[in-house]
């Protein structure tokens, strides 16, 4: 199993006045450890999609146990959860700098062509899916939150 670690300090601009992040601002790091993930197994978003190969989003979660807070080290873990067909799944785990688990989330997208439509990775992109197959955590699991 493959774990892309993402660290990075909260910065102002994404807490509220009682200095805690907002909540929006989860799913942005979640996007930057999905990018940093590719990024680490050799590919970046946009090759990718110059190449014709979207990842739109079709659902997330994310459960908040502790909030985090202003110039806080934080770290996001990023895993594959599952590749299934035309859709692929990414868990996240945030940690504090005590190395406290204060949030956990989920991302699911499709892989489709420059024209919406559904692309099925393995013949369109076949170095790209075995990097991904190889990454995968467990094969046969429903996300986890």
């Not at 805690?20 to 450890?33: E, K, Q, R, T």
């Amino acid at each position: 199993m493959f774990v892309n670690e993402n660290k990075f300090r909260v910065r102002y601009v994404e807490t509220d006045k009682m200095g805690i992040v907002y909540h929006a601002n989860y799913y942005v790091w979640f996007d930057m450890g999905r990018t940093e993930f590719l990024r680490d197994i050799g590919y970046q978003f946009s090759d990718l999609e110059n190449s014709g190969l979207l990842f739109p989003l079709l659902e997330t979660r994310c459960l908040h146990k502790k909030p985090a807070r202003f110039d806080e080290l934080l770290t996001v873990k990023t895993t594959i959860n599952e590749m299934k067909g035309v859709r692929i799944s990414f868990n996240y785990e945030v940690y504090n700098e005590s190395n406290e688990l204060i949030a956990t989330g989920y991302t699911g997208h499709a892989f489709v062509d420059s024209n919406m439509r559904p692309l099925i990775l393995k013949k369109s992109f076949p170095d790209l899916y075995e990097k991904l197959l190889n990454s995968i955590e467990d094969k046969n699991v429903s996300p986890k939150l």
